[in-house]
């Protein structure tokens, strides 16, 4: 058995646009739910959400079956919780708030094992089938995504020389973070918070990086992907139920007294 291709991965490098959605649910038969839909990506939060690794485990075993490539953010770059992700095969991680090249650096490190890095090793995980992928040791480092987080002022300021970093796969720019570092919380969608957010953006992509983001508008995602954005997420699964179901009983309610 061989270490197959991260897809996700292999469309980034190769400049092709991957749509995704966000899952914050923590529940594997919710993401079985939308597993079928057929987004190119999905990301498992960590970070803002009730999800342990017992979740995420689940979820990776549901995209298993599916053409979605799920990936995972960590709350933190916790070198024990990263290696802990990755052992249970997560395919990419994203880092969030990372502020500058050294912080991605030790991203990166988190990610690899010695001497490139220091993740720890273990013969048999679910990441190489219990011991069964015999190049996953060669390989993994080339099928990983690591993607990190510009998500204040500083950061994106910061965003060439955090993307020139050894093996930083793509840029992620965190909307709703800086437009609060810049005084505008729960404002993510204000023009001045993309202008913000724009340039830098841009100039990754004309330096061929990949970039991408969260937003809960599909036509401003759209959008993003016309101006060279790689990998948008347009929504999450919390967001769909909310939403969903807020709709359903306001139509049910329409012309009541």
Known sequence: MTLPVNPFLQAIRAGKPQIGLW????????????????????????????????????????????????????????????KRLLDAGAPGLLFPMVQNAEEAAAAVAATRYPPRGIRGVAGSTRANAFGRIKDYFERIEDE?????????????????????????DGVFFGPADIAADMGFLGQPMRDDVWATILPAAKRLIA???????????????RRLLGEGFTFVACGSDAG??????????????????
Not at 144 to 168: F, M, N, R, S, Y
Not at 241 to 257: T, V
Request: negative net charge; contains cysteine; charged residues 20%.
């Open 23 to 82: 899952l914050t649910l923590a529940d594997a038969f919710a993401a079985e739910i939308v597993a079928g839909a057929g987004f190119d990506w999905v990301l498992i939060d960590m970070e803002h959400s009730p999800g342990d690794y017992n979740s995420v485990t689940a979820q990776l075993q549901v995209f298993a079956a599916h053409a979605t490539t799920p990936l995972v953010r960590p709350d933190w770059n916790d070198l024990v919780k990263v």
């Open 144 to 168: 990983t995504a690591v993607l990190v987080q510009a998500e204040t002022c500083a950061a994106v300021a910061k965003a060439e020389a955090i993307a020139d970093t050894d093996g930083v």
């Open 207 to 221: 330096r061929g990086v990949p970039v991408g983001t969260l937003v809960m508008d599909p036509d401003f995602a």
């Open 240 to 257: 769909l139920l909310a939403h969903g179901s807020d709709s359903l009983l306001g139509r049910m309610r329409e012309g009541q007294s």
